[in-house]
């Protein structure tokens, strides 16, 4: 796609076209960008959740608590798999369209000027729609890494990390503990950092970090303790014991509607999170947590679009979320064979994930995205070729899901993983919109 210069108010296409830019390296355009809009980063309580997988599953879980404690709250995550709005949600609806492109054309000059990114932009439409809508608290994910992300202008009430692993390497660095000292740029002086369970490795570096920069540092599974745990097709069941402050709150009989094992540490944040976030707000009771728990939306992860045969779609994107949505669809659908459906951005560790997808599936069908920053079929079928996966090649993911729709037997799943824009496409066609 060509992008033109903009003669009348800007549209969809433009502000799109910003990811032309891709990311600065500094905070100096969001900083310019705040202070333009009078500094709307000031105005909100605010939550960051950085890490490498489950922030979104985190930050979708603490914003339904926080409503369930009847407080106002603001929501921002990324990417979108649909519409961009999904991106920013105040008491739970998401933006109008309308507010999005008044935004634009009333900034847009100083966004060509300054080159903003599209990140940039559209954080700094969260704050400004944050402050317009004067909420108590907003629960922030962090787009990439943490010491130079532009949500990470706000002073936060709670720092937050999620598992980390291995993504990004080319901006966040080549090992588990560089990646991890990256993400700790969320920490601040006096405001609690909470860890979800981590290798040892990043725990340490995670610690220490904290330690320097004066952040009191815990980890999830020392505030809570989860029993008679249920993993469903369904969902997460079970009994919950949160710590914080001295006090002792019994969560009985919580019912979360996402499903897989990974789910579980995400599940364990949140709670702690909310937990640490109740110094702030005493309105976060036993029923508050066990209502917000059981309201979670939250699509893309191992979320079922079709029956007989089961079809799941899952917006794992690395090598360790590849990992965990197999071995959830094992122990939890034991199903006789899987069949695997993905597409990749070229920015990913392509060659990892397939390497997986060739062990743990039975027969792969692999789809260009329709993404600039999508693989070609025949660059596909090379990395396929290279690790010797057999896998079949496809022009779009409606055309594969026909193909493994057709192959499928009783007790077979199909599984379509990878990106979010294969979930995009996916969610597209019209049966399972």
């Known amino acids: 796609m060509r992008y033109k210069a903009v003669k009348s108010a800007p549209n969809w296409d433009d502000f799109f076209g910003l990811q032309r830019y891709g990311m600065t390296l500094n905070l100096d355009n969001i900083r310019l960008f705040c202070a333009r809009l009078g500094h709307p980063e000031k105005s909100f309580s605010g939550v960051l959740v950085a890490g490498t997988n489950g922030k979104g599953t985190v930050v979708a879980i603490l914003d339904s608590i926080l409503r369930a404690a009847k407080l106002k709250v603001g929501r921002y995550t990324s990417p979108h798999i649909l519409e961009f709005s999904e991106r920013i949600h105040i008491c739970g609806r998401p933006v109008s369209d309308e507010v999005v492109l008044q935004f634009l054309e009333k900034h847009w000059s100083f966004i060509q000027e300054q080159r903003c990114t599209f990140f940039e932009v559209a954080t700094a439409l969260a704050f400004d729609c944050f402050r317009n809508a004067a ?42 503990e560089e990646i991890a000292a990256d993400k700790a740029g969320i920490f601040r002086q006096n ?32 505030l809570v303790k989860l029993g008679s745990l249920e993993i469903t097709k369904h969902g997460i069941r079970g009994n919950a014991t949160l710590y914080y402050g001295g006090n002792l709150l019994e969560i009985r009989e919580f019912n979360l509607p996402l499903t897989g094992g990974f789910q579980v540490d995400n599940l364990c944040v949140a709670i702690a999170g909310a937990g640490l976030l109740s110094a702030h707000f005493s309105s976060i009771t036993e029923e508050s947590l066990k209502e917000g728990i059981a309201s979670v939306n939250w699509k893309g992860r191992l979320q079922l679009i079709r029956s007989d045969p089961t079809v799941l779609l899952d917006v794992g994107h690395n090598p360790a979320a590849i990992h965990q949505a197999l071995d959830s669809v094992a122990d939890i659908w034991k199903p006789r064979k899987i069949i695997v459906i993905f597409g990749a951005l070229r920015d990913k560790d392509v ?22 920053r999508g693989l070609s079929i025949e660059e596909l079928k090379t990395m396929c070729r290279d690790i010797g996966w057999k896998a079949e090649t496809e022009p779009s993911a409606k055309e594969a899901l026909t193909r493994a729709l057709g192959i499928a037997r009783k007790h077979d799943l199909i599984l379509l993983v990878g990106s979010h824009y294969l979930a995009e496409e996916v969610l597209n066609i019209e049966e399972y919109s």
Do not use: N
């Open 191 to 222: 405001v609690p950092a909470l860890a979800a369970r981590q290798q040892d490795a990043v725990r340490d570096v995670l610690r220490d970090e904290a330690s320097k920069r004066g952040a009191p540092f815990h980890e999830a599974d020392d």
């Open 135 to 176: 909420v108590d608290v907003a629960v922030i994910e962090v787009g990439l890494g943490g010491t130079w992300d532009a949500t990470g202008i706000i002073d936060p009430i709670l720092s937050v990390i999620t598992c980390i692993d291995y993504d990004h390497t080319d901006r966040l660095g080549s090992t588990l």
């Open 351 to 372: 060659s990892g994930m397939l390497e997986i997808l060739r062990a743990k599936t039975d027969y792969g069908y692999i789809v260009p995205l329709a993404s600039h």
